[in-house]
Each structure stands twice: as C-alpha cells, then as structure tokens.
C-alpha cells in the first residue's frame, strides 16, 4: 500500500478548517493508500493553529507545523514537502477549499496508472476579473 502525504499551507484560515478537516478526512478514507496530512502555519494571527492543533489531537493522520511568521505560501508548501519525505506521494492542497478535496481520489488513480505528475486545470475562478 501506498503512502500519500497531502501538504496543506495555511494562513488566517479558522473559518474554513473545520469544513477542511471533515471533507478532506471523509474523501480520504476512501482511498486504498494510507494517507497523511501535513498543516503548515504560515504565521497566522487569528486561531488557525489552535484548531491545527486540535485535529491534530484528535486524528492520528493530522500533524502540523507552525512558522514564527509569515514567510509566504511557497516556503510553507516547501516545509511541508521536506516533512512529507516518507511518503511515495505528495499532494499539494489549499486550504480554502476552491480545489475541492473529493477530487483527489482521481489524482490518486491517474497516479496509479503512471502518471509521475498530476495537476488540475480550474475551468472557473471565484474571484471576479480586473
């Protein structure tokens, strides 16, 4: 079986991550790999990491990291892969849920069929144009 790690950056998410924590929790076990979340904190000041923490408590496959600061979405996502090193697949997610997490599961299966790579294309976006 193998072993998935989905790395998620967070920054001032509170209001959505109790939806996270439940959608991501439910789409994943209904995969056939053994999964593993990593949170990464990017210095949020409202109670993102209290609630990090909590899942983490409470779910085994939760963990989280906390930076002192905000030192950007790209250094949170490269923390989270450095600590993701014993998994055989790493899945790069949003925490605001405009990717939905039930969709991974199909990223998972192209994996399983080959694909050393799998990426989604947005046919449409939430924020309005310029």
């Not at 250094?75 to 925490?95: K, M, P, Q, Y």
């Amino acid at each position: 079986m193998a072993r998935v790690c989905i790395v998620i950056p967070c920054l001032n998410e509170e209001a959505v991550l109790p939806l996270l924590f439940e959608r991501l929790t439910k789409a994943a076990d209904d995969w056939r790999e053994e999964w593993s979340v990593i949170c990464v904190d990017d210095g949020s000041t409202d109670r993102t990491w209290e609630l990090l923490c909590g899942q983490a408590r409470g779910n085994p496959h939760w963990s989280a990291i906390s930076f002192s600061r905000n030192f950007g979405h790209q250094t949170a996502v490269s923390a989270g892969i450095f600590h993701a090193r014993e998994a055989d697949a790493v899945i790069v997610l949003d925490a605001d849920l405009q990717d939905p997490p039930e969709i991974l599961g199909a990223f998972l299966e192209a994996w399983r069929n080959g694909a050393e790579v799998v990426y989604a294309v947005r046919q449409k976006r939430k924020e309005r144009a310029l």
